[in-house]
């Protein structure tokens, strides 16, 4: 266990390990159903679409990159580019609360189009899984959860990070599942950096 000693970069490192070990185990105890639903909508959609605000939103660009890897059609909302949203696609969205206003805003124009929403969130009961079909509930603090009861870090740092590991966990299996190799996803690279 973490030491409660955080005043050096050495046991706050100790300490963020520890966190993320505890929820990751969590996670994988507790929504082995949901996980699993959510790697086989996601592999079944016709385009995924992804929408987190702040550094949720961050963990989620990368998952997007890690999809787009894998070879599928994936847009991050809110990008210029993005188009709309149809039947046969998949948001998959982020809020810790299950309330941020614009993510509501967005699964509901989802769900009104037979687009189906995977939910990410702290919050079971949050109005954010009332919309999904499918939902993985990470059990972080919230925001404004200042207890340290579930973390001892600020905000809602753990859940951003669970949900970074949380991404690539659900890339590294879908990856796997495909039998593609490494060498056939690196094309797919950006070469205009």
């Not at 599928?72 to 580019?81: K, S």
Request: proline share 2%.
């Amino acid at each position: 266990m973490a030491s409660n000693d955080t005043t050096t970069v050495s046991s706050a490192i100790d300490l963020v390990l520890a966190e993320n070990t505890r929820i990751s185990h969590a996670i994988a105890r507790d929504n082995t159903e949901t996980v699993r639903a959510a790697i086989d909508l996601l592999g079944a959609a016709s385009r995924v679409f992804v929408l987190g605000s702040g550094r949720s939103g961050l963990a989620l660009r990368m998952l997007a990159m890690r999809l787009m890897h894998l070879g599928l059609t994936v847009h991050v909302v809110g990008e210029v580019t993005t188009p709309a949203i149809a039947a046969g696609d998949v948001l998959l969205a982020a809020s810790g609360s299950g309330t941020t206003a614009g993510i509501i805003r967005s699964a509901t124009t989802t769900a009104a189009t037979g687009a189906s929403v995977i939910a990410v969130t702290t919050a079971a009961d949050s109005p954010l899984v009332q919309l999904a079909q499918v939902a993985v509930i990470i059990p972080a603090a919230q925001k404004q959860d200042h207890g340290e009861t579930r973390s001892a870090q600020y905000s809602g740092g753990l859940f951003e990070q669970a949900l970074l590991l949380l991404g690539d966990a659900l890339f590294h299996v879908m990856w796997k599942e495909s039998g593609a190799s490494a060498e056939e996803l690196w094309p797919r690279h950006a070469n205009l950096e």
